[in-house]
Structures are given as structure tokens and as C-alpha cells.
């Protein structure tokens, strides 16, 4: 669909949510970075865009900078509307994408590099995803569609505690810059403050959401550990995000 008939979507259901008397209820639509122009950025609440440096083939050194390079993008484009990263991650495992690699080392290191660097300028995520997710095909362009979580499918954690630290972190500014890759110890600085949406979108989703308290406490671990929900309306993938 183009973008001008996705807006339009958009627009219905927060029609209807007026009718209803929601209409404080915050109405976007998940899309890849490309798939966002103006006529789209007018019409949604925030922007809830994807990022997904190892779908691009990008070597994980420029990975970090990459993704970021799309949210600048975005935000120049949106002005004063918030955007919001919906769903970024990398593999641990299945088959190489031009130069992008799929490996538990390169996945801590993106899940590393992109938090701290989020958490530095305020932006908000979803991270992709929690649990591996052994029902999906891997018939597609790479065999990697199973191994996005943090967790196994077991719900057994990947990495040992903590998953990141990021004392030592200084982001890359450009692709072919890497990030620092100094050895540091100690807790996990998770201490920004977020107000209004900011707080309430940081943090994980995951359609595998589980009760398991030793599974939540190790979810809150990232980010901000906001667990964001979202009921998607139509297969225009409209979102209306139930925030707790």
C-alpha cells in the first residue's frame, strides 16, 4: 500500500477512537525507516519506525552508527513528533547477509552499542525480540528467523548477567567507525530519565511475553524494562499501543 492510503488508515482508527472517547490513545503504524515520508510522519501520533542494520548487510563494526543514521533521518523529517524505534535487533545464528554475521558475539555487541547509545540520547525502543522462535520459516532470503531473542526458546538466557555494560561506551558518530570496545565491570547504568511517551514506550515487546518471575527480572535488564504492548488493527499493521 502506498503511504497516503496507510494514512488514511491511520486516520480511521483514530476516528474511531474518538467516537469512543480514546482519543488520547496514541495511533501510529510500524513500518520500515524507507517506508516513512511526510504524508505518513502528518498522520500518526509518533513515529515507529524499524532498523535493522543486518537486513541492510551492514558489517557489525558500522551496525550502531547505521541504525542511528536512520533515526537522524527520520527525526529531520518529523519535526516536533517523537520517533520511536519499534523493532531492532541482530541474530545469533543461520546464515550471513552480505556482510552482516550472525553470532551470540555479535549480538551482544549490537544489543550493547544500540542500548547505550539510546539510553545516552533519549530515544525509546522496542528491542527484537525476546525469545528465539523456533515456529518461524527460515525458507526466506537468510535462515536467521529463529535466533533474534535475547532468551532461547527454552527461555534460558543467552548471556550470563549483566547483558551489557555500558561504563566505557562511546558511540561511533558515522559508518567505519566503531565503538568503543574498552573492557569495563561493574552494574548496568540504566539511570535516564524519560517523561510522558518516553516512558512509557522504553523497554521490550515480545508476543511471548511470560509470567516466569526470573524471565521478567531478566527483561527489565534492558533498557528501561517497560514491557510495551500493541494490538495491530487491519493489515495495515495500524498499532494502538496499550502502555503499562
Known amino acids: 500500500q502506498t503511504s497516503a492510503q496507510v494514512a488514511a488508515k491511520v486516520r480511521d482508527v483514530k476516528q474511531a477512537l474518538t467516537k469512543l472517547g480514546l482519543a488520547n490513545i496514541p495511533v501510529t503504524t510500524s513500518e520500515t525507516w524507507p517506508s516513512y515520508d511526510k504524508t505518513l510522519i502528518d498522520a500518526v501520533d ?7 542494520p543486518f537486513w541492510e548487510g551492514t558489517h557489525i563494526n558500522d551496525a550502531q552508527a547505521k541504525a542511528f543514521e536512520h533515526i537522524y533521518d527520520l527525526q529531520k523529517l518529523a519535526g516536533d513528533k517523537k520517533v520511536v524505534v519499534g523493532e531492532t535487533g541482530w541474530p545469533d545464528g543461520g546464515a550471513n547477509f552480505d556482510q552482516a554475521v550472525p553470532s551470540l558475539a555479535n549480538e551482544q555487541r549490537y544489543l550493547r ?3 547505550c547509545r539510546a539510553q545516552l540520547e533519549k530515544i525509546d525502543y522496542v528491542w527484537f ?16 528467523e529463529t535466533h533474534w531473542g535475547v532468551f532461547k526458546g527454552d527461555k534460558s538466557p543467552k548471556f550470563k548477567s549483566p547483558m ?6 562511546v558511540p561511533s558518530s558515522k559508518p567505519g567507525e566503531s565503538a568503543s570496545d574498552s573492557e569495563s565491570s561493574g552494574s548496568v547504568d540504566n539511570s535516564s530519565e524519560m517523561d510522558g511517551l518516553d516512558s512509557d514506550l522504553s523497554g521490550i515487546y515480545s508476543e511471548n511475553s511470560s509470567d516466569d518471575d526470573s524471565t521478567s527480572d531478566a527483561l527489565s535488564r534492558i533498557g528501561d524494562g517497560r514491557l510495551v504492548i500493541s494490538a495491530v488493527a487491519s493489515v495495515a499493521g495500524i498499532a494502538v499501543a496499550a502502555l503499562f
Open 129 to 144: 525480540s525476546a525469545f528465539d522462535e523456533a515456529w518461524k520459516p527460515v525458507n526466506n532470503a537468510s535462515d536467521v
Open 46 to 52: 509518533y513515529v515507529n519506525m524499524h532498523a535493522f
Open 164 to 169: 551489557y555494560d555500558c561504563k566505557g561506551f
Open 113 to 115: 552499542e544500540f542500548i
